[in-house]
């Protein structure tokens, strides 16, 4: 059949329709990405998730509206650094994955997440980016599920077209130095590592991964510790420092709403002994007119970020301070609740003034000096107060003594300095070790003559008497005698389980003892905290103003002669000038970890001394013979 004009056009038409749809179908997966800024991309595409959201299903950003100015300067091209103080409750994670998720969705390009550890950051991705990619539909399209054979897509690691995102932690400087990234996420930066495994400075690790892209972002996001020595105070201070004030309805002057200008007024209750607060009301106070309003119309007025120096957007560095104050989901009264419940104990109220205020700690105050301890003192009408309830013993090993205090303690860790003494002679020598016991093993007596005996002792090994300590601690097992070793260094949890070391003796070993390794940095730190509560109760230590019991200036000095101080980058404990020993600090922290790790059950001891008219034998309830296999861990009468 011969080929018409007719049949040849029609032939050429179906040959282009069939190419036209097969460009079609190339071309599909590039389509130029929306033009959209972080916060129309969250109103359109996220949905919060239901186990990590009080408000799950789509996001809306006029729920918060402090967040859209920090989103919309993540897609500002004249923006290079975000730095965010910011307390909890006002969604600042949630601001984080918004920009992540953009970054992925629309202008991709490699990601760096880091978090304060590694173990972090595989937590923080299984609980919070795995569920954000799965009910967030452009993310869910772009990346697939996380397969352990798979090197692109893990816990870890996440392929998408354009990029990849690699989470790690501040901790892990073979992650931080490999990997180029245009876009750094750094989430509370104040809990960092200072130095990444003997690498330097983390962030300045990071930094350096972004060198080869001109259109960088870096990101850093924290609440805020501790003034002088926060990272993202000195990242806030680099950039235009906005704060997120409201206007007054009286004189219309806009201010950050700080708590200091919070009035408040509240009452007690007590029940079953212990205080409780209800706040009846609460005001906020115009810093410039001094006039009154209530929460419901702050709430009601216009608010705005306002910058105390907006020079540094000209170097590309915007910073934003926002507290709960100005959260939807943090009424004001619990805010002052969550106050008055901290305010006698300085570890609490620093958390609250960190998480709930948004606010930079500073010391309120230095510890009292000796004097003031010295007048501190009471007379105590027998060897034990009223109030205590356990006793404990800590012992400091020296080359010619062993230096100990015997402690006692009530409830929500109300202490008691019983006594203080030492017994002169070499650890080596057996005498001395049977003086101990006579301290160890005595009664100590309260004014209706019912007795306490030392529940547990602890004794420092890290001397010149290591084995020594060792053997003896061993033959004492039935006593509940613990050798113990300090641990200096941030991080190291106070006390952890003992482990079985062995006793050598003219190179030989002999037995075995169990040693626990105590983190003293974190027990010093408790001590302090617990000197500045002013009031009896909880927290309170009391100290016997008795002739005698060893609570003199010299004892005050050694209690009083460690301070926490930064140096290179790091935390350290660091004796004063002038308190060249430390003794009774090291003898009140054995006898703290040795509490810790008692944990007694305070109303069966209460209950007891109650209940028996005799000489309390033993304030601990004995195991019973199916917990017998725990209890050999560290013997039999434990």
């Not at 996001?59 to 500002?76: H, N, V």
């Not at 709403?257 to 009301?281: A, C, L, P, S």
């Not at 030492?422 to 100590?444: A, C, F, H, N, T």
């Not at 097992?477 to 482990?499: C, D, L, Q």
Request: proline share 5%.
């Amino acid at each position: 059949m011969k080929t018409t004009p007719l049949m040849k056009m029609t032939k050429n038409r179906d040959a282009l329709k069939d190419l036209n749809v097969t460009v079609k179908k190339a071309t599909s997966n590039f389509k130029p990405p929306e033009q959209l800024t972080v916060t129309e991309w969250s109103d359109k595409y996220r949905r919060l998730s239901a186990e990590n959201s009080a408000e799950p299903g789509r996001w809306r950003t006029s729920r918060t509206p402090y967040l859209k100015e920090i989103m919309d300067a993540f897609t500002d091209p004249k923006v290079h650094r975000i730095a965010v103080a910011a307390s909890s409750q006002v969604g600042k994670t949630e601001c984080e994955m918004n920009m992540l998720g953009y970054a992925i969705d629309i202008d991709p390009g490699p990601i760096m997440f880091v978090m304060p550890t590694l173990d972090n950051a595989k937590d923080f991705s299984k609980r919070r980016i795995a569920p954000m990619i799965r009910d967030t539909r452009p993310l869910r399209e772009k990346i697939s599920k996380a397969k352990s054979r798979d090197g692109e897509n893990t816990v870890l690691k996440k392929a998408y077209p354009g990029g990849m995102l690699t989470m790690t932690g501040s901790n892990s400087p073979a992650s931080l130095a490999s990997v180029p990234a245009r876009y750094v996420f750094g989430d509370e930066r104040d809990r960092w590592a200072k130095d990444a495994g003997g690498e330097g400075d983390p962030w300045g690790l990071v930094e350096a991964r972004t060198t080869t892209f001109y259109n960088y972002k870096m990101v850093e996001v924290s609440t805020p510790t501790i003034k002088g020595y926060s990272a993202i105070e000195s990242a806030f201070n680099t950039g235009t420092q906005e704060y997120w004030s409201v206007k007054c309805p009286h004189c219309g002057e806009y201010n950050f709403i700080k708590f200091d200008n919070i009035r408040f007024e509240f009452h007690t209750n007590k029940i079953m002994g212990k205080k409780q607060y209800i706040v009846d009301d609460v005001l906020y106070a115009c810093p410039d007119c001094g006039c009154a309003s209530t929460e419901q119309e702050i709430r009601k007025q216009p608010k705005k970020w306002i910058a105390k120096n907006p020079e540094a957007y000209k170097n590309g560095v915007r910073s934003f301070w926002i507290n709960a104050f100005s959260s939807p989901w943090m009424p004001w009264k619990k805010l002052v609740l969550r106050f008055l419940e901290a305010k006698d104990d300085p570890e609490k109220l620093k958390t609250v003034y960190n998480t709930l205020f948004g606010e930079l700690w500073e010391d309120r105050g230095d510890l009292a000096d000796e004097d003031e301890m010295l007048a501190r003192r009471e007379e105590y009408e027998a060897d034990l107060p009223d109030g205590v309830l356990c006793l404990t013993c800590g012992v400091d090993t020296q080359d010619n003594r062993l230096e100990y205090e015997v402690v006692g303690y009530g409830r929500f860790e109300e202490s008691w300095g019983i006594e203080k003494g030492y017994i002169m002679g070499k650890p080596s020598e057996q005498d001395v070790w049977e003086r101990l016991d006579g301290i160890i093993d005595r009664s100590y007596y309260f004014k209706n003559e019912k007795a306490l005996k030392i529940s547990v002792t602890f004794i420092d090994s890290g001397g010149h008497y290591t084995q020594e300590v060792y053997e003896e601690c061993s033959k004492r097992i039935n006593k509940r005698v613990f050798a113990i070793k300090g641990k200096g260094g941030e991080g190291i949890p106070f006390t952890g389980p003992p482990s079985k070391v062995k006793i050598v003796k003219d190179n030989k070993v002999t037995g075995k003892a169990w040693l626990y390794i105590l983190g003293v940095d974190a027990g010093k730190e408790r001590i302090m905290s617990g000197l500045k509560v002013q009031s009896p109760g909880a927290r309170y230590s009391h100290f016997p103003g008795n002739e005698g019991k060893g609570y003199d200036n010299l004892y005050f000095s050694g209690l009083l002669s460690e301070k926490m101080t930064y140096e290179n980058g790091k935390w350290r404990w660091k004796k004063l000038p002038g308190h060249n020993r430390n003794e009774a600090l090291d003898c009140r922290n054995y006898a703290n970890a040795a509490f810790r790790v008692l944990n007694p059950n305070l109303d069966a001891i209460e209950g007891k001394l109650k209940g028996i008219s005799q000489e309390t034998k033993s304030q601990v309830k004995p195991k019973k013979k199916q917990q017998r296999r725990r209890s050999d861990l560290y013997g039999d009468d434990w």
